[in-house]
Structures are given as structure tokens and as C-alpha cells.
């Protein structure tokens, strides 16, 4: 899939509250350091994984599932398998009536349900990494690959 950079710059800009669906709460495991990216970066990142819920995470109280946040969220980022988006986006769409965006993070896709989530106005990207993103677009990006250790905030 190809996206615009105003399009995924945009979307970066005026996101500020994600859930992450399928976050580890092991450090190595991409789920982590993304979210732990974006919580450093200043996003609020409502982590949601029901193997770990009610354990805290970057100071956040991991969630079960998306049915039970109760403040508003911009963006829900999706660490599952291809299969379970289906369920996760039709979860996020009846939780969160302002819901922007819709994110599937590298190696997910689902074309209907990101046709359901855009029939409703709502963003989608598929198979891409906000981090990977965010660095790509606002210059943390480096020459060696990607720099995981650069925390400063250029939204």
C-alpha cells in the first residue's frame, strides 16, 4: 500500500490518545518498543491486551479489550493477526464515535474491514509502523537504519 506523506503526517500530527490492540509487555517484542515510543514521544497510549490486563504499562493500566476504555481514542493500532481485524475494527467503531484512524501495524491488512472503517470516515493504513513513520517523516530517521534511542518531539 502506498500513502502520502501529508496524508501519514496528518494523521501523526493530530492523534494524541492510541490504543494499542495486542501489546507485550516483553521489551523486545515490536509491540513494546512501538508503543513505548509513542508514549515517549508524548502520545497517550492505552495498551489492551486480555493476557495482561490490569497490569500497568508505561504507567497505563492495561486494558482487555478495546469495549472497556472509556475516554475517547484517535487512533487504535493493531498488533494481531490479519484474521482478527475484522473484529477489532468493528469493536473500535462502536466504542469511539470520533475515531480518526485506524492502523494496522507491518504485515496486516484487511481490505473489508478497512473498507467498513473508511465507509465511516474513519483513516486507515495498512502495513505500516507508526514509529517507523513518525521517524521516517520527522527526521529521526538515520543513515545506519532505524534510531530507536532519539526521544525528542517535533509534533
Not at 468493528?90 to 507491518?106: G, N, R, S, V, Y
Request: with cysteine.
Amino acid at each position: 500500500m502506498t500513502y502520502p506523506d501529508p496524508f501519514l503526517r496528518d494523521i501523526l500530527k493530530r492523534s494524541k490518545t492510541i490504543a494499542v490492540v495486542g501489546v507485550s509487555m516483553n521489551p523486545v517484542r515490536p509491540s513494546y518498543y512501538v508503543a513505548r515510543y509513542l508514549s515517549l514521544k508524548g502520545y497517550t497510549v492505552i495498551p489492551v491486551n486480555p493476557g495482561h490486563a490490569g497490569k500497568e504499562l508505561f504507567g497505563a493500566t492495561i486494558h482487555p479489550s478495546l469495549s472497556t476504555i472509556q475516554e475517547p481514542v484517535d487512533m487504535v493500532d493493531i498488533f494481531r493477526r490479519s484474521e482478527a481485524v475484522p473484529a477489532i475494527v468493528e469493536e473500535a467503531l462502536d466504542q469511539f464515535p470520533a475515531l480518526q484512524t485506524i492502523w494496522m501495524q507491518i504485515g496486516v491488512e484487511h481490505a473489508e474491514a478497512a473498507a467498513v472503517a473508511e465507509a465511516r470516515g474513519v483513516d486507515v493504513v495498512q502495513n505500516r509502523c507508526p514509529k517507523i513513520e513518525y521517524q521516517r517523516l520527522f527526521g529521526e530517521l538515520r543513515m545506519g537504519g532505524f534510531n530507536t534511542g532519539v526521544i525528542s518531539s517535533k509534533l
